[in-house]
Every structure is written in structure tokens, then in C-alpha cells.
């Protein structure tokens, strides 16, 4: 999930795992989950987070790729302009 929390002189964007919860502070230890319905979950990598959700949505899954691709993805394919319009 990508939140956006209030540090002490302004916000910051970050992103947590959709099953833990815990904040991934490693996108290279991360991956993003594509599941059927177009939703992606952002997860850690490693056994426990990645096992947990496939046993929470076991017949959804249509792949996953390492976070970092995911988020160069995002920038890329959303074509959101980097400045005023
Ligand atoms: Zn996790």
C-alpha cells in the first residue's frame, strides 16, 4: 500500500506490505502481486509475507515482479505530468 504519513516539516510517501503491514525501507527485498481484479498488493519478499498471501487469495494470482520495476512501472505507464500542466 502507498500511504503518505506527516514527518516534522512536511510528508513523506511510503509504502507497506498489504499483509504485515510492517513499512519495506528495502525495495530490492519487496515485490508487487498483480491479482486477477487489477489490484496490486505491495509485499515483503521472503517466504512469510508471500506465503501468507497466497494462502489469503490463493486463485487471484497473475504474477509478481520485483518492487523496484513496479514502481519504475508506475512512473512510466501513468504518464502523470512531473510539474504544472
Ligand atoms: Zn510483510
Known amino acids: 500500500m502507498i500511504e ?3 514527518i516534522e516539516h512536511g510528508y513523506r510517501t511510503i509504502i ?3 499483509v504485515c503491514h510492517e513499512r ?3 525495495a530490492r ?3 508487487a502481486v498483480r491479482w486477477s481484479h487489477g ?4 509485499l515483503h519478499k ?4 508471500h506465503d501468507r498471501a497466497e494462502r489469503m487469495v490463493p486463485a487471484f ?6 518492487l523496484r520495476e513496479h514502481i519504475e512501472q508506475i512512473d512510466h505507464n501513468t ?4 510539474g504544472p500542466a
Do not use: N
Open 46 to 49: 521472503g517466504k512469510a509475507c
Open 24 to 26: 519495506i525501507v528495502d
Open 29 to 31: 527485498m519487496a515485490v
Open 16 to 18: 507497506t506490505c498489504d
Open 4 to 6: 503518505i504519513i506527516e
Open 39 to 42: 489490484s496490486v498488493w505491495h
Open 79 to 82: 504518464r502523470l505530468p512531473a
Open 61 to 66: 494470482r497473475r504474477g509478481f515482479m520485483e
